[in-house]
C-alpha cells in the first residue's frame, strides 16, 4: 500500500459526507506506519468508540470506508471469524460491522454489514503464519501467508463492491 497522509485518507472515504470525513480520527501512529508491509489500513476512531475506518487499494487508488460497530458484543465463550481475515478468535474480538452504501441508497438508510475483528487489525493477521502452517518450512509457510493475504484482498474487494454499488 502506498503512504497516505491525513488528507489523502480523508479525500478517500466513499460512503460518508465531507463533514464527516473531516471529523474522523486518524490513527494514532499514522507517521510511524510500515506502509510497505500494510495491505489495509484499519482503525477504530479514538473519539466515538462505535466507528472506525478500513482504507485500502483499489485499482491503484486509495479507498476508504467508514464503518459502525455494533454497540453490542458477542459472548466470550465462543469463537467467531472475521469475515474478512478468516481468523477465528473469541467472539468478543470479532464485532459486526455496518457500512453505509454510497449515494442514494446510503442516503435512505441501506447498509452492508459484516463480522470484522474489533480492533480492525486484519492487515497483521494475515501476515502471520496460520497455526496449520507451523510444522512446515519455510518457503511453505510464506505460500501459506500469501494465500491469507490474497484472500483478505479479495474479501475486501468484495465488500468494497457491495458497499459502492449504487
Known amino acids: 500500500m502506498h ?8 479525500r478517500s472515504m466513499v460512503n460518508c459526507s465531507r463533514s464527516e470525513a473531516a471529523a474522523l480520527t486518524p490513527p494514532r501512529d499514522l507517521a510511524e506506519l ?16 462505535l466507528r472506525g475506518y478500513l482504507v485500502h487499494e483499489r485499482d491503484g487508488d486509495p479507498i476508504g470506508i467508514a464503518l459502525r460497530a455494533a454497540d453490542t458484543k458477542m459472548s466470550s465463550r465462543r469463537s ?41 487489525d486484519c492487515a497483521s493477521r494475515v501476515t502471520a503464519v496460520p497455526p496449520s502452517a507451523l510444522h512446515l518450512d519455510e518457503e511453505l509457510q510464506a505460500l501459506a501467508v500469501e494465500e491469507q493475504v490474497v484472500g483478505l484482498h479479495k474479501r475486501l474487494q468484495a465488500f468494497t463492491a457491495d458497499v459502492t454499488r449504487r
Open 3 to 10: 503512504a497516505l497522509t491525513e488528507a489523502a485518507i480523508r
Open 34 to 49: 510500515d506502509w510497505a508491509s500494510l495491505d489495509v489500513l484499519g482503525w477504530r476512531d479514538a473519539k466515538a468508540e
Open 80 to 120: 467467531a471469524m472475521c469475515l474478512l481475515c478468516h481468523s477465528v478468535q473469541s467472539a468478543a474480538d470479532v464485532s459486526l460491522f455496518t457500512a453505509r452504501r454510497v449515494g442514494a441508497a446510503g442516503r435512505n438508510g441501506n447498509t452492508v454489514g459484516t463480522y470484522i475483528c474489533a480492533d480492525l
